[in-house]
């Protein structure tokens, strides 16, 4: 037989697609996870045929027909220190692999174009720097390295896109952030996989990976007018941040421009990355977070905004490279009514939360 | 030695008070010993978990901590441990009674243990009401005004705090939370001490402990010796956090 | 019913089954329940465990059967995650946790060290009725709506997002996790300071080994669940906030706090099998352990380090990369006693003389899965493959390969190996042999499939599925019916023999240890008089000379 009929052979074909072993490889890091999984595999199925055939080729040699008598034997130091060391060696090894990969899928690079995931019981919010929003659905282009910057509304969910073979928790209180880049385009599946309630089964949705001109287009279409730079805009105006966050010399908060990235000392002496959690937490948890120099009086505003509000702030903050936008938004809170230099109506005081004082 | 030698478990010069299944008074009496501190040690991890989020939490939080303890009434704290340590003596002297075979001696140590058990649970009662009264019980009807505005309230002043801001303030609970689940789990163990106690007062008297088999005495002193090291931390790391 | 059901003929020194011993003793409910006798708490051990795996087993059968189509076409979302829950928390804490320990530990180990009972028996007494409350909970739950939170509680879901009964089962854990501490604290106690002359600690059975290693593992884990359970309940009931985002808790506290424990539970649940299989591989090789004191130094070592590996069950947390490297890398090493254990097991049938038993084809059953599972562990432990696997079936086939392939079939082989001892009869040999292979294929065919789908990216927990996955839940669901069937044939067989089993005389199977040299069932004191231990542990040697003197033996 020196080839197989073209029927058997459609036959295996559409057999083996239809019954796949693993999932369409369409990320970058995919064929290298699959590297050390099937390493992994092997090494198992050697391990597991050494055990078996011991097994079975000691039971048949040695049973007890055949070997009446049995040998009392103590042990041997050079088959433990074979039997350690050897699965030691291995064992390291896939931890040194599985570690370097593991870095790999947890540290973005620097290019990478960052996308917001907002999950909650039981929905995917998917918010693109551009202004457009999605449930359930995620666009992105191929060939470009894409961060999703995670974070949940109320329980722990994990985001899951087996075909990328990623996968990242989604915590509330804090963000999770995890990237891939997509090489093949196409739908692929992704999945809700930290138990989060009653309709934890049906939190899925589908990542669409489009070439980039049809990506582009997308972008276009789907656009909601204003980009989440734009709301943030309109928040950071509403909560009137500009009366402390504004470039004058006396100014009673630091300047906000090109702080996203920055090293900051805080008033503790701790130096920090201004990243994504940073921000956050300087705006939901401010006393803690106090850039050195600067009194804290910054009040928080957690129960002001909720997680998609704070997402336009960082997504504003992030993309102020000078003070222009800054100053529109103290022009247009000077049109509200209220501004006397009193303090505006929109921040959580202690006040504005009924808790006066006694 | 561990291992007795081997002998007729079924003579009659056994004492009443060797169990069946042990060898020799020694075995027995080494076995219980074993099996207290064995408990300590899972006491010692139960009460680990807590001390675990208090560290973690106190870093992050830590003005929140130093509000929250200033909240604290120091002198009922103080002599809660005056109290805790006074009966670690007395309950050291009332093992040293049954190890002498001093009856009257044993019952009375047990008895003043008894009283400073519950003068430390009286105290912590007093202490637990005022925190009820003051709404720094977490929950539904935790309020933060002593810490947004110190001037109201007299520990706060007294301690010339500042007023905290709203965030940091609202960390308070978890102190508060973490003072409630240590202090209450170690007044548990106290509560059980305290029940054990009873029982113990009465087979005193009976003259159980004081015919050599002291094992229960003994043993019930160690926990107890725990439970006041457990709350010499506690007040350490609850009550004096930024006292000055 | 015919006589012909043991594959060699058992050792008899009498024909009948001796009047006097732990069962007959005393007649009677209250000599039952109020008993200090540690072969009786095991036997109430055994009725209630197996009550409960029926219960946590009808609620795998649900799960399967709902598995079958990508629906949720027999149960609804919210009565499936009810049913998943109360799986993963009877199975874990009121059948794996206490199953060897509480049946076969209780009944052996003071036998096994030449003792008359455990050191505490009262607390040990005390330690079953804390199950029994435990259980009776569970059940109250289940009666009272069920809870939804999964075994592992995860806050803030278990705290504000549901409204089922999460305090009773959290009070059941609780309570069940008592019992297990005063488990361990007596086997820890009794192994110390109760071994009968002669009887070091390289003279014990390796057995007694993998006790006290799970024993300090229960005694120092145990109580970290039970606080975390604590503030769970803290923070449901009041609302504490110490795992609450927006007081500034943080639920990735209760993470590390549940999995401290729960890691080492899965120790805790599999080092007395271990135990198991040491003695019944011995036996039925007529010959010692390969390399005795690296099978018992392996357990310590597991269960120390047991305890530094627990968050990897967090990889893909947000924990900070390099916390992952390092647990990735103690996990890697934890790994390694156990494939240690594996070899030597396999080499103790070097040379030997092996027979076929049931308890040998559960213990060949117990090295290939548990071989297969601890391997799908590795893939979990290396941080990369994690990110994959983690929270898919592949998971879900790890550990079950683990805990079903692995511990069950473990404690089946113990249970078949030291029926003789605990009842005096012998089971049927063909309809347990039988049960063995059914078993093992039935669960090969249940959860191999699931790490294809794991790899697939099937999520757990999931009440429907994406119909591509079908196929393979069908295979899954076939092969649990098979496995099932095979878990029934083992109990009929047991049951079948109290009443026709053949008499078994002290030791069937002519083995070593001190619990053999006694009356099938043994007295109540398990000795006359105090063995003396003059040999070491699994001395075939010794064994021939004792039989070949026709000395008359301990206990008789």
Redesign the interface.
């Known amino acids: 037989m020196n080839h197989i009929s073209p029927i058997i052979w459609q036959f295996i074909v559409k057999w083996m697609t239809r019954?796949?072993?693993?999932?369409p490889e369409a990320s970058k890091i995919a064929p290298e996870?699959d590297a050390?999984?099937f390493f992994?595999v092997a090494?198992?199925l050697v391990?597991?045929a050494a055990?078996?055939l011991?097994?079975i080729a000691?039971?048949l040699r040695?049973?007890?027909k055949r070997?009446?008598?049995?040998?009392?034997?103590?042990?041997?130091t050079l088959?433990?220190s074979i039997?350690?060391f050897i699965?030691?060696v291995l064992?390291?090894m896939?931890?040194a692999?599985?570690?370097?990969?593991?870095?790999?899928?947890?540290?973005p690079p620097p290019n990478a174009m960052n996308i917001y995931v907002v999950g909650k019981?039981w929905m995917w919010k998917v918010e693109h720097p551009g202004g457009q929003h999605e449930i359930n659905t995620l666009h992105i282009p191929a060939g470009r390295s894409v961060q999703l910057t995670l974070i949940s509304q109320?329980?722990?969910h994990?985001f899951?896109v087996?075909?990328f073979?990623?996968?990242?928790?989604v915590?509330?209180?804090?963000y999770?952030t995890v990237w891939f880049e997509a090489t093949a385009p196409g739908t692929y599946?992704l999945?809700?996989?930290?138990?989060?309630?009653?309709?934890?089964?049906?939190m899925?949705g589908k990542v669409i990976v489009m070439v980039p001109a049809d990506y582009a287009k997308w972008l276009a279409s789907s656009t909601s007018g204003t980009s989440l730079a734009q709301n943030g805009e309109r928040l950071f105006a509403s909560l009137n941040c500009a009366a402390c966050h504004n470039s004058r010399p006396d100014a009673r908060g630091p300047n906000l421009v090109g702080v996203y990235g920055s090293r900051l000392t805080l008033s503790t002496g701790e130096r920090i990355t201004a990243d994504e959690a940073y921000l956050r937490q300087a705006i939901?948890?401010?006393?803690?977070h106090i850039t050195q120099g600067y009194a804290?009086?910054?009040?928080?505003y957690?129960?002001q905004i909720n997680e998609d509000g704070v997402i336009a702030l960082l997504e504003f903050i992030k993309n102020l490279n000078s003070d222009y936008r800054i100053q529109q938004t103290l022009t247009t809170t000077e049109l509200l009514p209220d501004n006397k230099g009193n303090a505006s109506q929109t921040k959580?005081?202690?006040e504005s939360?009924g808790?006066v004082?006694? | 030695m561990e291992n007795s030698p081997a002998v007729a478990e079924l003579r009659a010069d056994r004492p009443s008070y060797l169990r069946h299944h042990f060898q020799s008074v020694e075995q027995q009496a080494d076995a219980s010993n074993f099996a207290m501190w064995l408990f300590l040690l899972t006491e010692l991890m139960f009460f680990g978990g807590l001390f675990t989020a208090y560290l973690i939490y106190r870093n992050w939080y830590f003005a929140a901590f130093v509000a929250g303890s200033h909240q604290l009434n120091v002198i009922w704290g103080t002599l809660n441990t005056v109290v805790l340590i006074l009966s670690s003596f007395t309950m050291a002297m009332g093992v040293w009674c049954a190890e002498t075979a001093r009856k009257s001696g044993l019952v009375l140590c047990l008895i003043l243990t008894f009283i400073l058990g519950l003068c430390f649970l009286g105290i912590k009662s007093v202490e637990y009401t005022e925190k009820f009264e003051k709404h720094h019980v977490p929950g539904q009807h935790y309020s933060l005004s002593s810490f947004l505005y110190p001037d109201t309230d007299e520990a706060a002043t007294a301690a010339g705090d500042k007023p905290l801001p709203l965030d940091m303030a609202r960390h308070t609970e978890v102190y508060f939370s973490l003072y409630f689940a240590m202090t209450g789990m170690h007044a548990l163990h106290m509560i059980i001490g305290i029940g054990i106690l009873v029982f113990m007062i009465v087979r005193a008297r009976a003259g159980a402990y004081t015919v050599g088999h002291v094992t229960f005495v003994e043993n019930f002193g160690l926990y107890w010796h725990f439970v006041d090291i457990v709350w010499i931390y506690l007040f350490a790391l609850l009550y004096l956090i930024s006292r000055h | 019913m015919s006589t012909d059901t043991l594959v060699t003929p058992p050792e008899q020194s009498a024909p009948t089954i001796p009047e006097v011993n732990y069962l007959t003793k005393e007649y009677g409910l209250r000599s039952w329940l109020l008993t200090g006798d540690h072969k009786r708490i095991a036997i109430l051990y055994l009725i209630s465990l197996s009550f409960f795996f029926c219960i946590g087993g009808t609620m795998a059968g649900l799960i399967r059967l709902q598995l079958l189509t990508p629906h949720a076409d027999l149960m609804s979302s919210d009565t499936y995650n009810k049913v998943f829950t109360m799986h993963g928390v009877i199975m874990v804490f009121l059948f794996l946790v206490p199953s060897v320990p509480a049946t076969l530990g209780n009944f052996l180990i003071p036998m096994m060290i030449g003792a008359r009972d455990l050191a505490l028996p009262k607390i040990n007494l005390l330690s079953w009725y804390l199950y029994v409350i435990g259980g009776i909970l569970v059940l109250y739950t289940m009666i009272s709506g069920g809870v939804d939170t999964g075994w592992t509680f995860t806050t803030p879901l278990s705290t504000h997002y549901v409204n089922t009964n999460v305090l009773s089962t959290c009070l059941a854990v609780f309570i069940a996790g008592f019992s297990s501490i005063l488990t361990g604290l007596n086997f820890l106690i009794t192994i110390h300071k109760m071994r009968a002359p002669g009887m070091t600690w390289f003279r014990l059975p390796l057995f007694v080994w993998a006790h006290y290693a799970a024993s300090v593992q229960m005694v120092l884990a145990t109580p970290v669940v039970a606080i975390a359970i604590t503030l769970l309940m803290l923070e449901r009931m009041i609302g504490i906030g110490i795992f609450d985002p927006t007081k500034g808790g943080d639920p990735l506290l209760f993470q590390h706090l549940f999995w401290f424990y729960s890691h080492p539970a899965v120790y805790i649940m599999i080092l007395p099998g271990m135990g198991v299989i040491s003695e019944v591989v011995s036996t039925f090789s007529r010959k010692r352990v390969f390399g005795y004191t690296a099978v018992a130094f392996s357990s310590v070592a597991i269960a120390v380090f047991g305890f530094f590996v627990w968050a990897h069950h967090m990889f893909i947390m947000g924990i900070s990369n390099y916390a992952v490297l390092v647990f990735s890398l103690l996990t890697m090493l934890v790994a390694v006693p156990s494939a240690i254990k594996i070899f030597n097991w396999a080499f103790t049938l070097y040379k030997g003389s092996i027979t076929f038993e049931a308890p040998m084809l559960y213990a060949f059953g117990f090295m290939g899965l548990f071989t297969i599972g601890g391997m799908s562990g590795v893939f979990l432990g290396s941080a990369g493959t994690d990110i994959h696997l983690t929270e898919t079936y592949f998971i879900v086939a790890h550990f079950h390969f683990v805990m079903v392939g692995g511990m069950l079939m473990a404690f089946l082989s113990g249970i078949h190996f030291w029926w003789s001892k605990v009842t005096g009869r012998m089971y049927s040999e063909k309809m347990s042999q039988m049960a063995a292979v059914v078993t093992f294929i039935g669960f090969n065919l249940t959860f191999f499939p699931q790490f294809v789908l794991g790899m697939l990216g099937m999520p757990r927990r999931y009440a429907s599925y994406p119909p591509e996955f079908q196929a393979l839940n069908i295979l899954s669901t076939a092969g649990a019916s098979i496995l099932g069937a095979g878990y029934l044939l083992a109990a009929f067989s047991l049951l079948w023999s109290l009443k026709y089993g053949a008499v078994a005389g002290n030791n069937p199977w002519r083995a070593t240890g001190l619990e053999w040299q006694t009356q099938s069932p043994p007295l109540t004191e398990n000795f006359t008089e105090a063995p003396i231990m003059d040999h070491e542990a699994y001395d075939y040697a010794w064994l021939e000379r004792q039989n070949s003197r026709d000395e008359v033996p301990h206990g008789e």
């Open positions: 019954f796949p072993l693993f999932p996870m050390l999984f992994m090494v198992s391990g597991l055990v078996i011991l097994i000691f039971s040695y049973n007890k070997h009446p008598v049995a040998e009392q034997i103590e042990g041997s088959l433990e039997w350690t699965p030691l064992f390291l896939m931890w692999w599985g570690a370097w990969l593991y870095f790999r899928i947890y540290t019981q109320d329980v722990f994990s899951s087996p075909a073979r990623v996968k990242r928790e915590i509330p209180g804090r999770t599946d999945f809700c996989t930290q138990y989060c309630g009653t309709n934890h089964s049906y899925n939901l948890n401010p006393s803690q804290p009086i910054m009040p928080t957690q129960g959580t005081t202690p939360l808790l004082k006694p």
